[in-house]
Nanobody, 120 residues
Framework: QVQLVESGGGLVQPGGSLRLSCAASGSIRSIHAMGWYRQAPGKERELVAAVTSGGSTNAVDSVKGRFTISRDNGKNTVYLQMNSLKPEDTAVYYC??????????????WGQGTQVTVSS
């Protein structure tokens, strides 16, 4: 069994910072791309940022220069450092990972979601 566990959400004032973490655990052979998505009330889930196994990253234009995605392959963990947060960043943030299990099954997994609220 393979799972993703997220942490780090919360309430922050505009201009503040938060760091999200997502750790993969279980019968993992390899982890390919990892990413963060978000879903605000009444909106569709959107990709925020992603990072490949080699460390290449991409991010949606609205967060470029403010959010940074990174990963620690030794810990099977992906991070999202969010700076200069805005009220429009308020959403549930979901971790996503493309994983090959020890049984050679290709899996796309989602974390449980963590709430980020930006408000004064």
């Amino acid at each position: 069994q393979v799972q993703l566990v997220e942490s780090g959400g919360g309430l922050v004032q505009p201009g503040g910072s938060l760091r999200l973490s997502c750790a993969a655990s279980g019968s993992i052979r390899s982890i390919h791309a990892m990413g963060w998505y978000r879903q605000a009330p009444g909106k569709e889930r959107e990709l925020v940022a992603a990072v490949t196994s080699g460390g290449s990253t991409n991010a949606v234009d609205s967060v470029k220069g403010r959010f940074t995605i990174s990963r620690d392959n030794g810990k099977n963990t992906v991070y999202l450092q969010m700076n200069s947060l805005k009220p429009e960043d308020t959403a549930v943030y979901y971790c996503n990972a493309d994983i090959t299990s020890l049984f050679l099954r290709r899996l796309e997994l989602w974390g449980q979601g963590t709430q980020v609220t930006v408000s004064s």
